[in-house]
């Protein structure tokens, strides 16, 4: 097997804010193949976007990074703002959550497409209008040369989220960094999102980064998924390892929770207990300990360390494994 | 009324006084010795002494001053070289030229005003330019040459109206025929003034000042002194106040903490009394006026270009942009001014009818626009001393600024239509 297209190690994202340090994110390590998707789930709040926009060195000055992210042999981490901005968007490019208004509201959407197309690859302003026809087609968007014209509020969710994606496929990127690409979406136009990457990975070879809270979403197109708690990885295994067998309890809790066919009304989804702790303090026992129904006295005074418990599957956990009642 | 007659006459008396001390001195000044010049070519020197004796010219200089004020008080103003006496040769005249007087005038009066009327009336079509012609042809034309060929004409070639002469009015017709010509060559210089008074004062009716000036005119002069305080001070005011509000908006840190005090600073003073003491330091001309009134502008024009960069900083679009690569003079250019325009441009003409009437003030203190060259707030300023007597004075160049404004706010709100494409059908 090759080397990965990304790997990223060790990595630990700080904010210093008035009220102390907010750990963020701790020591995630993770790695991304050539044209896989990996899907990135976890609570609000639980770092996944921290840890995505660390990468690309996209958070406010607050935050401190340490550790390493290497895509194609360099250190994102340490590379100069101006090679930086090369990869922006370029080699990676990101998609964010709100479609709305990650559209700059003054200019058409050709121009804005046009914009990063002459940046980073120095088309003439012909030759990039021809390209952004091509784009916005391969994201489907019906009479595209019409839509060049447009402005942002002239068009759909779906299809700004469609147009932000044409964006970030402008420059051919290896990898695609999805933030919650559908959570601002209709449900129908979700699955038609969902449906046009599966489709660009396919046709493209871009591996995607997929930020989700959605564990359907993840079932749908991942290869591997990554779950966090707490700013810290607590599993990953392939997507039919990790959906067929999963091991930790808040993974478990979260496959509960996930409404399902044949789920009659008067059963109630589970919920997991309790909330999300501070993440000021680093932890002196497993994060998850307060919430969980297998927490003992090993848990509550020490911090479990990653450990492969079944083949390519990793699990957090002092007492990994057991059955959930779903599908 | 008494009062006034007496300053009046008193300060007559200062003149004559002092006007005839000129005379005096002037006289005496010119080379040359009078008793040679009326003793004749014999150098006689008893005939000189006798006449230097005569004309009291061997007295000291006071006392000749005071004898010819004495005698001339006495109506005795001596005589001309003919040993005709002048007060009586003055007196005889007299008549004749005011006669002389009336007539061109009624010649200037009959001709001028309607031709006048008829310019005005019928502008722009040939008549007025006909008239308007003849006008300038008539200001040009020398009296003396005009009269001498007058006499050419008709009294050498044609015998129709004497050359010379002069017949008392106990003979009216005679004494026409003698008066006609001169009447009408004296009179046509004035005609052609008084056409153009008149045909000016028919087009414009919003009269003169205490000069005589056209009010009219001197505000559509006066537009180019108030349009460049105007629009200038405030396009450089924008050209000095958004980049620093961007980047004191956009960096935030220890730059926005000076830019945001020292603006502070500059906001405790009133925008006039700013630029009132930049354009004394920088010397008084419109150009300066125009420089004071825009770095005066500056500060508030940083604190709305740095609120609205504050805010749109926020904004989605922004971290999109970053992360697809843009650098931060990028999005400052592509992505906040763009779409901060429509704030700018709604201060903008807000400032822009500011800086006019600042433009006055600074004028009012001689920091401005230099008389006689008019502006607006001159203009304003200037009728603010006759405001109850003419208060159209101060009422047109009021109106022209409020004209402006009002214009430069409509534009402002065409301009913000075209640019914003969320209000563009």
Not at chain 2, 9 to 19: E, P, Q, Y
Not at chain 2, 146 to 158: E, N, P, R, S, T
Not at chain 2, 160 to 176: K, R
Not at chain 2, 386 to 412: C, E, K, S, W
């Amino acid at each position: 097997m090759d080397a990965p297209l990304l790997e990223v190690t060790d990595l630990s994202v700080r904010f210093d804010t008035d009220d102390g340090t907010v750990h963020a994110v701790d020591r995630m390590s993770f790695s991304l193949g050539h044209g896989e998707v990996l899907g990135l789930v976890g609570e609000s709040g639980c770092g996944k976007s921290v840890t995505a926009m660390s990468m690309l060195r996209l958070l406010p000055e607050t935050a401190s990074i340490s550790g390493r992210a290497l895509f194609a042999g360099t250190d994102l981490l340490t590379l100069s703002q101006r090679r930086l901005r090369r990869v922006r968007g370029k080699e990676i490019a990101f998609v964010f959550q709100e479609p709305m208004t990650s559209l700059n509201p003054v200019f058409t959407v050709g121009r804005q497409i046009g914009e990063v197309l002459r940046k980073h690859l120095d088309l003439s302003r012909r030759a990039a209008q021809r390209r952004t026809v091509e784009l916005l087609e391969l994201v489907r968007i019906p009479a595209a040369a019409q839509r060049l014209n447009e402005y942002p509020h002239q068009l759909s969710g779906g299809m700004r989220q469609r147009v932000m994606i044409a964006m970030a496929l402008a420059c051919d990127p290896k990898i695609l960094i999805a933030d919650e690409p559908t959570t601002a979406l209709d449900v129908t136009i979700q699955a038609g999102i969902l449906d046009l990457m599966r489709d660009i990975r396919a046709r493209l070879g871009t591996a995607i980064v997929l930020i989700t809270h959605n564990l359907g979403v993840v079932a749908d197109i991942s290869d591997r998924v990554l779950v966090m708690y707490a700013g810290r990885k607590v599993e990953e295994a392939p997507v039919h390892e990790l959906f067929a067998y999963p091991q930790h309890p808040y993974t478990i809790g979260l496959l509960g929770a996930v409404p399902r066919p044949g789920l009659n009304g008067r059963e109630r989804l589970q919920e997991i207990p309790g909330r999300v702790p501070s993440l000021s303090e680093l932890p002196r026992s497993c994060a998850f300990a307060d919430r969980c129904p297998r927490a003992d006295e090993v848990t509550r005074s020490n911090v479990p360390e990653l450990r492969e418990v079944r083949p390519q599957h990793l699990v957090a956990c002092f007492h990994p494994g057991g059955e959930w009642n779903g599908g | 009324m008494s009062g006034f007659l007496l300053r009046k006459a008193g300060a007559a008396a200062v003149v004559l006084f002092l006007a005839s001390v000129l005379v005096f001195v002037g006289v005496r000044a010119i080379p040359g010795d009078p008793a040679i010049a009326l003793g004749g070519e014999s150098r006689d020197p008893t005939v000189l002494q006798a006449i230097r004796h005569k004309y009291l010219l061997d007295k000291p200089q006071p006392v000749q001053y005071a004898h010819w004020i004495w005698l001339a008080l006495h109506g005795d103003l001596g005589v001309d070289q003919r040993e005709l006496p002048i007060a009586h040769t003055i007196v005889t005249r007299i008549p004749l030229t005011l006669e002389l007087a009336v007539l061109s005038m009624l010649v200037a009066t009959l001709v001028g005003i309607p031709a006048g009327v008829i310019a005005a009336v019928r502008r722009g079509k040939p008549s007025d330019y006909a008239v308007t012609a003849g006008a300038l042809i008539g200001l040009s034309v020398p009296h003396f040459w005009l009269g001498l060929l007058f006499i050419i004409w008709f009294a050498v070639d044609l015998h129709w109206l004497p050359a010379s002469g002069y017949v008392t009015m106990h003979h009216p017709i005679e004494n026409l025929r003698h008066m006609v010509m001169p009447a009408i060559v004296l009179g046509t210089g004035f005609s052609a003034v008084l056409m153009r008074q008149m045909r000016s004062s028919m087009l414009t009716s919003l009269g003169t000042d205490e000069f005589g000036r056209d009010t009219f005119s001197r505000i559509v002069w006066g537009a180019r002194a108030s349009m460049q305080a105007g629009f200038f001070s405030t396009l450089l005011a924008l050209a000095i106040a958004v980049p620093i509000g961007m980047i004191a908006g956009y960096y935030r840190g220890a730059a926005d903490a000076v830019i945001a005090r020292l603006t502070d600073v500059l906001l405790a003073f009133p925008f006039l009394i700013l630029a009132v003491g930049l354009a004394a330091i920088l010397g008084p001309s419109l150009l300066n006026a125009t420089l004071a009134l825009g770095i005066g502008a500056v500060p508030g024009l940083v604190r709305i270009s740095r609120g609205e960069t504050l805010a749109l900083r926020e904004e989605d679009y922004v971290p999109a942009a970053v992360a697809n690569g843009a650098s931060d003079l990028g999005i400052l250019v592509r992505h906040i001014l763009p779409n901060m325009t429509n704030t700018l441009i709604v201060q903008a003409t807000v400032t822009i009818p500011t800086a006019i009437v600042g433009e006055a003030v600074l004028s009012f203190l001689g920091l401005g626009v230099q008389p006689p060259t008019p502006s607006w707030g001159t203009m304003l300023q200037d009728a603010q001393s006759y405001l109850t007597q003419a208060p159209r004075l101060a009422v047109f160049p009021g109106l022209a600024i409020v004209v402006a404004a009002l214009a430069f706010n409509v534009l402002g709100d065409g301009l913000r239509d075209i640019l914003d494409p969320r209000t563009r059908r």
